[in-house]
T-cell receptor, first 115, second 115 residues
Framework: NAGVMQNPRHLVRRRGQEARLRCSPM?????VYWYRQLPEEGLKFMVY????????ESGMPKERFSAEFPKEGPSILRIQQVVRGDSAAYFC?????????????FGPGTRLTVT | AQSVAQPEDQVNVAEGNPLTVKCTYS??????LFWYVQYPNRGLQFLLK??????LVKGSYGFEAEFNKSQTSFHLKKPSALVSDSALYFC?????????????FGQGTTLQVKP
């Protein structure tokens, strides 16, 4: 059973470009979470999605960031007009059910570098 | 507001000795507590969780954690450390009263096991 897949693993963008990060959850998992890890910091929650629905986006910056999890295909985290402060590791996690007692399974992350 | 504190940035222990990585939490409702481990340039791996029941929880790779409600703590322990246990450890909490999927992470503790 394949784990959570993320691609690309490394992404370099110039300031002002767009970054698209993809996440394929584990088979049978319909709940996806995105977290950001800034250098020397812990993980910060960004957004929680189910298929075609955003459940909680309380951790998403108000501008330039968006996320989707379509009926078919991977979840996408999109960052428009990237700035240097967006440089971080972005982790996706998935779970089969959304209840609080279920652990989340994490992907290997996408390391975004903005030059 | 929910929060997690890991008071030690780094814990050093000799191989074969017992180890403890500390974690305290704050939630408004019942806590759901998790420990994850992160190896360099990798995603997070789930170690164990406390939901309800016995205060001593056993997990992967010989790790265990003790839930203490009065002290609001959930310390990670292992009776005999291995060099391969050297990694970054994160404690996380979810509030059981809400329907949110997000995990709140501590800042992380680097465990260094010396031969």
């Amino acid at each position: 059973n394949a784990g959570v897949m993320q691609n690309p693993r490394h992404l370099v963008r110039r300031r002002g470009q767009e970054a698209r990060l993809r996440c394929s959850p584990m088979k049978g998992h319909s709940h996806v979470y995105w977290y950001r890890q800034l250098p020397e910091e812990g993980l910060k929650f960004m957004v929680y999605l189910q298929k075609e629905n955003i459940i909680d986006e309380s951790g998403m910056p108000k501008e330039r960031f968006s996320a989707e999890f379509p009926k078919e295909g991977p979840s996408i985290l999109r960052i428009q007009q990237v700035v240097r402060g967006d440089s971080a590791a972005y982790f996706c996690a998935s779970s089969p059910v959304g209840g609080p007692s279920y652990e989340q399974y994490f992907g290997p992350g996408t390391r975004l570098t903005v030059t | 507001a929910q929060s997690v504190a890991q008071p030690e940035d780094q814990v050093n222990v000799a191989e074969g000795n017992p180890l403890t990585v500390k974690c305290t939490y704050s939630v408004s409702g019942n806590p759901y507590l998790f420990w994850y481990v992160q190896y360099p340039n990798r995603g997070l791996q789930f170690l164990l969780k406390y939901i309800t029941g016995d205060n001593l929880v056993k997990g992967s790779y010989g790790f265990e954690a003790e839930f203490n409600k009065s002290q609001t703590s959930f310390h990670l322990k292992k009776p005999s450390a291995l060099v391969s246990d050297s990694a970054l450890y994160f404690c996380a909490v979810r509030d059981g009263t809400g329907n949110t999927g997000k995990l709140i992470f501590g800042q992380g503790t680097t465990l260094q096991v010396k031969p």
